[in-house]
């Protein structure tokens, strides 16, 4: 019997690993096809913090509801010294401890080192946890504490966006 999986995409670092050390873009449909190969998704969760009224975001998050992945987005908040922030971390680690009993397998699509600790819990839960990033942006501690690494680099020829 096929493991049951859940995907959770950090769609901030995924938009830094594309531009920084892939130099292509992914398509996020064909990243979640690639595991459907080994694993029966339960759900795909896509998380982005988002300029409002920012129209091309708009029709990037709806064709991904369209694909049956979950978009959880969060405005971008200004900053006093005109800095941006958008940080989804928190509810990534909320989602992926509320729907632990609905997967055996959890592929998190992230390089974040404040992952570490979520993943010693998961996996204290049962949990098999895999972190999909680049060597360049994945920080030791997360891959050390995951049970599985997968680089995109590697796979790459399967999830690119054409």
Same mark, same amino acid.
């Given at each position: 019997? $096929? $493991?049951?999986?859940?995907?959770?995409?950090?769609g901030t670092n995924l938009?830094?690993?594309?531009? !920084?050390?892939? !130099?292509?873009?992914?398509? =996020?449909? *064909?990243? &979640?096809?690639?595991?459907?190969?080994?694993?029966?998704?339960?759900?795909?969760?896509?998380?982005?913090?988002? *300029?409002?009224?920012?129209?091309?975001?708009?029709?990037?998050?709806?064709? /991904?509801?369209?694909?049956? =992945? +979950?978009? @959880? *987005?969060?405005? @971008?908040?200004?900053?006093?010294?005109?800095?941006?922030?958008?940080?989804?971390?928190?509810? =990534?680690?909320?989602?992926? %401890?509320?729907?632990?009993?609905?997967?055996? +397998?959890?592929?998190?699509?992230?390089?974040?080192?404040?992952? #570490?600790? %979520?993943?010693? &819990? /998961? $996996? !204290?839960?049962?949990? #098999? @946890?895999?972190? &999909?990033?680049?060597? #360049?942006?994945?920080?030791?501690?997360?891959? !050390?504490?995951?049970?599985?690494?997968?680089?995109?680099?590697?796979?790459?020829?399967?999830?690119? %966006? #054409?």
């Amino acid at each position: 019997m $096929r $493991r049951r999986a859940a995907i959770f995409v950090d769609g901030t670092n995924l938009y830094f690993i594309q531009k !920084n050390f892939l !130099n292509a873009k992914i398509d =996020i449909v *064909k990243f &979640v096809n690639y595991f459907k190969q080994f694993y029966d998704i339960y759900n795909t969760f896509f998380y982005l913090a988002y *300029k409002e009224e920012d129209e091309k975001q708009e029709r990037f998050f709806k064709l /991904l509801a369209f694909s049956g =992945i +979950t978009v @959880v *987005k969060k405005p @971008v908040k200004q900053l006093k010294d005109g800095s941006l922030k958008g940080d989804v971390d928190v509810d =990534i680690a909320i989602d992926m %401890l509320l729907t632990k009993d609905n997967y055996d +397998t959890a592929i998190l699509c992230s390089g974040d080192s404040d992952f #570490e600790r %979520l993943v010693y &819990v /998961l $996996r !204290n839960f049962g949990k #098999e @946890v895999i972190c &999909v990033s680049t060597k #360049e942006s994945s920080s030791i501690e997360l891959v !050390n504490a995951c049970d599985r690494y997968i680089d995109l680099k590697e796979i790459l020829p399967f999830i690119k %966006l #054409e």
